[in-house]
C-alpha cells in the first residue's frame, strides 16, 4: 500500500499544530493556570516546554519522518523485527484510544454549549442559572452527553474518510486559520473590559512565593499534554514529511503556535473572570460555568459566546481529527484495512468506548475511582496524562539515545536533515542524561503525590510508615 503524503509544508505545520491545539489549551491550560497560581504557573510551564516539551517533540518527529510508518511498527522499521521496544509502540495506540474516549466527550460538551448559544438558549437566564446548567441540566443528561459525543466521534471519522490530503489537511487548514482569527476577535474584547488590568495582572505577573510541588508537576504534566508527546501523534505526523526542512526549526513553529493559542485562551478568559466576579481557580467547570456567566453579563453576550465556542470546538475537532489519525494509521498497518472500512470500525469502537465516560456524570456518577465526587474522566485522564504521556515519551527519548536502541548520531542525523535551525553534538548529553532523568524524577512525583483517595497519596502512605 503506497503511503499518502501531506500537500504541503503549511499543512504539516497547521496539522502538526492542530494536534498539539486543543482541549488541553483552551480548556485544561486557563483552569489549571487558575488552580495553580496563575503567573507562576504559566512562567514554569514555559520552563517545561522549552527544555522537556521541545526536544520530545524533535525526538518523536525524527522517529516518524526516519521510520515512515505508525507508532506500532516504528520501533520494529529502526531496529529490528522481534526488538521489546516494539511494546511501547502498541501502548501508544491504546493511549490514543484512551485519549479519545474523555477528549471526545468534552468536545461534546463544547460543540452542545455552541448550539445553545447560538440558538439563544443561554439568553436571559439568570447568572445562578447559567452557573448551574453546566453541572445540573447538561452533565446530568445521558441524552446530551452520549449524543453530542456521538456527533463529534462521526464528524471526525467522516473527514479521515476522506483521505489524509482532502479530508484531514484541508479540514485542519480552515480550523486552524479561522481559530487564531476568532481568537484575536475575542481576545482585543477582552481587553476592553473593566477587569482586564487584574486579570493581566493575575495571569501573567508570577508571584513566585506559590511555588511549590503540585504546582511544579501541573506544569510538567500540561507541557506534555498540551503538545501530545509520548504517544506518537508527533509521530504519524512525521512520517508523512520529506526531508527538505530540518526538524528542531518545524518543531519551534508548532511549539510557538501552540504556546500562542494556550496564552492567548487566558487573555480571553481571566479579565472576563475580575470583570465579572468569577472565581478563576474554579478549576475544570471554568470555562462552562464561569463564561456562561460572563456572556450573559456582556452587551451581545449571546453572539460574543457563539463565536467564543467556535473557536472551542474548532480547537477541540483538530487535536479530534489528529488523533483519530494516529490510531487510522496505526489500525490500517496492522491488519491492512482500506482507509473507508477502518475509518467505519474504528468510528464504532471509539463511541462504545467512550460511552463510560459520557455516563460517568450521571447513569454511572456513582463510581468515584479517586476521591470523593471524582469520575470515570478522571480515570482516564489521569493514565494518559500521569503515565502514558510521559512514560511514553520516556522510551522515545531513551530509543533515540540508547546504543541498544536507534542511537543518537542517527537520530541527530535524521533530525538534522534539510534546511533551517539545527540541534548540535554537544548536546548530546543533554538528550542522553539530563532529558531522561528529568522525566522520571517528575513524573514519579507526579504519580506519588497524585491524590487517589481523600487525603491518600503514596507521599502519604510512606511517610506514615515511618511516622
Known amino acids: ?81 522481534r526488538t521489546k521496544w516494539r511494546a511501547h509502540g502498541y501502548g501508544a495506540l491504546v493511549a490514543n484510544v484512551i485519549l479519545v474516549m474523555f477528549y471526545s466527550v468534552v468536545t461534546g460538551w463544547i460543540l452542545h454549549y455552541f448550539v445553545k448559544f447560538f440558538s439563544g438558549g443561554m439568553t436571559g437566564i439568570t447568572d445562578n442559572a447559567s452557573q448551574v446548567y453546566f453541572k445540573g441540566e447538561m452533565l446530568q443528561s445521558p441524552a446530551i452527553n452520549v449524543g453530542f459525543m456521538a456527533v463529534v466521534v462521526v464528524l471526525g471519522f467522516l473527514i479521515l474518510s476522506f483521505g489524509l490530503q482532502n479530508g484531514v489537511e484541508r479540514v485542519t487548514k480552515f480550523m486552524m486559520i479561522a481559530l487564531l482569527g476568532l481568537m484575536i476577535v475575542l481576545a482585543v474584547n477582552s481587553f476592553t473590559l473593566s477587569g482586564a488590568k487584574e486579570g493581566l495582572e493575575f495571569y501573567l505577573k508570577p508571584d513566585f512565593t506559590k511555588i511549590n510541588g503540585s504546582v511544579i508537576v501541573a506544569a510538567m504534566n500540561q507541557a506534555f499534554f498540551t503538545l501530545s508527546l509520548g504517544m506518537g501523534s508527533m509521530a504519524i505526523f512525521g512520517s508523512y514529511i520529506g526531508k527538505e526542512r530540518s526538524l528542531l526549526g518545524e518543531s519551534v513553529n508548532i511549539l510557538v503556535l501552540d504556546t500562542f493559542v494556550a496564552i492567548v485562551a487566558g487573555l480571553i478568559i481571566f479579565p472576563a473572570c475580575f470583570t465579572f466576579d468569577v472565581e478563576p481557580a474554579a478549576g475544570p467547570s471554568l470555562l462552562f460555568e464561569a463564561m456562561a456567566k460572563v456572556f450573559n453579563n456582556m452587551q451581545g453576550g449571546r453572539w460574543w459566546g457563539t463565536l467564543f465556542f467556535l473557536f472551542m470546538f474548532f480547537a477541540a475537532m483538530s487535536t479530534i481529527i489528529a488523533v483519530f489519525q494516529n490510531i487510522l494509521a496505526c489500525v490500517q498497518e496492522l491488519l491492512n484495512w482500506k482507509r473507508v472500512k477502518a475509518c467505519i470500525v474504528c468510528c464504532a469502537v471509539v463511541l462504545i468506548l467512550s460511552v463510560p465516560c459520557a455516563l460517568g456524570f450521571n447513569l454511572w456518577s456513582g463510581f468515584a475511582p479517586f476521591k470523593t465526587g471524582s469520575s470515570v474522566m478522571d480515570l482516564e485522564d489521569f493514565i494518559v496524562s500521569n503515565c502514558f504521556l510521559p512514560l511514553g515519551s520516556l522510551c522515545y527519548v531513551l530509543f533515540s539515545v540508547s546504543k541498544k536502541g536507534w542511537g543518537f548520531e542517527n537520530f541527530l542525523l535524521e533530525a538534522n536533515a534539510g534546511k533551517g535551525m539545527k540541534l548540535k553534538r554537544w548536546m548530546k548529553p543533554y538528550f542522553t542524561y539530563v532529558l531522561p532523568a528529568a522525566i522520571v524524577v517528575i513524573s514519579f512525583i507526579g504519580i506519588f503525590s497524585f491524590e487517589f483517595a481523600d487525603d491518600f497519596t503514596l507521599w502519604g502512605a510512606v511517610q506514615s510508615l515511618f511516622s
Open 1 to 81: 500500500m503506497e503511503r499518502e503524503k501531506l500537500g504541503s509544508r503549511l499543512g504539516f505545520i497547521l496539522l502538526s499544530a492542530g494536534c498539539a491545539i486543543g482541549v488541553g489549551n483552551v480548556w485544561k491550560f486557563p483552569w489549571m493556570a487558575g488552580q495553580n497560581g496563575g503567573g507562576v504557573f504559566v512562567f514554569i510551564y514555559f520552563f517545561f516546554l522549552v527544555l522537556l516539551g521541545l526536544p520530545v517533540m524533535v525526538i518523536e518527529f525524527s522517529l516518524g519522518r526516519a521510520s515512515q510508518t505508525s507508532p506500532v511498527r516504528l520501533y520494529q522499521k529502526l531496529r529490528s523485527p
